[in-house]
């Protein structure tokens, strides 16, 4: 199989990258050669490498930023999928997508279907909501797995903030009314690679048409950011700063967060039949990762 993957530098893509090389022929395109910004430069990109998978693991993910950067945010996370979606159903080749439960506002009180109507608070998820509308209507074979919270030991994401802040301060104030599943990336890529192993003896293009649409993809369970800081600190006592609740309120930020980001993973399960490991699994696995220098 010949596949195409995109943002192999981020932390999804970073952890893709060494299970899909066992797969078939890879091509990596990280932000050093192909601008995702640039339509044109997409279009080449896929007719020169001529895949017949791609995988769109780049995005646009400065929340912050994205209000004061809205054109960029809407063309990487919600132009770019498009075009890729177009030029492999040119190529009569098929696409994997990742979005985000920032396309919700968090007011549901019961864990997000994929059938509930989206309702994006900011430029990012707005800008994540439109990705999945262009990939999905494009008429080209797409899946769409929403994840949540995702974090990792590279790049930017809280896992690394609070092992850094909780050796470097006193105290540390974490918000504690804001619900969601942490998402380690290794579970993501390890899910998204069991799928595609399921097209073995079969066509993986008829096979991912079949299975095509939105899924929820998170690590199970939920918890809270302060509980999940806990977590961490219980598993590295070098983070010995002293951990303070408080409300989304307290916390600054310009663009409002989803009090709610639980997602109900039941369709992953029962359509394609895969599971993500509990949260508090999963950030076992991935501290145990550390090297030793580290630890």
């Known amino acids: 199989m010949n596949i195409l993957l995109t943002g192999p530098q981020g932390q ?3 952890a893709l990258r060494p299970l899909l090389e066992t797969m078939g022929d890879l091509t990596v395109l990280g932000r050093d050669t192909l601008d995702l910004a640039d339509a044109d430069a997409i279009r080449a990109a896929v007719q020169q490498h001529r895949p017949q998978l791609i995988i769109n693991a780049a995005a646009y993910t400065a929340v912050d930023r994205a209000e004061t950067e809205p054109e960029l945010a809407r063309a990487v996370n919600g132009i770019a999928p498009g075009i890729l979606a177009e030029e492999a159903g040119r190529l009569n080749a098929a696409l994997i997508h990742y979005s985000t439960d920032y396309v919700f506002d ?5 864990p997000y279907v994929e059938t509930d109507p989206p309702h994006p608070l900011g430029v990012y998820g707005q800008s994540k909501w439109l990705g999945e509308q262009t990939v999905l209507t494009s008429g080209t074979p797409a899946l769409v797995f929403r994840t949540s919270w995702v974090y990792s030991l590279y790049g930017a994401n809280f896992l690394r903030t609070m092992l850094r802040l909780g050796q470097e301060r006193d105290t540390l104030k974490v918000v ?6 942490p998402t380690w990336a290794q579970s993501i890529a390890e899910t998204t690679v069991a799928f595609l192993q399921q097209a073995r003896g079969d066509e993986l293009i008829p096979f991912i048409r079949r299975h095509q649409g939105v899924y929820h993809m998170t690590n199970s369970g939920a918890t809270t950011w302060y509980a999940f800081a806990q977590a961490i600190f219980a598993l590295r006592p070098e983070c010995r700063a002293q951990l303070i609740p408080i409300p989304a309120s307290e916390y600054p930020s310009p663009v409002r967060r989803p009090a709610n980001s639980r997602l109900n993973n039941r369709k992953l399960a029962e359509q394609l039949h895969l599971t993500l490991p509990p949260w508090q699994e999963a950030l076992k696995r991935c501290l145990s990762a550390l090297p030793s220098n580290d630890r």
Not at 176 to 181: F, T, V
């Open 12 to 14: 999804v893509g970073s």
């Open 106 to 110: 968090g007011t549901h009180s019961e």
């Open 176 to 181: 504690d009314d804001q619900w969601g599943a």
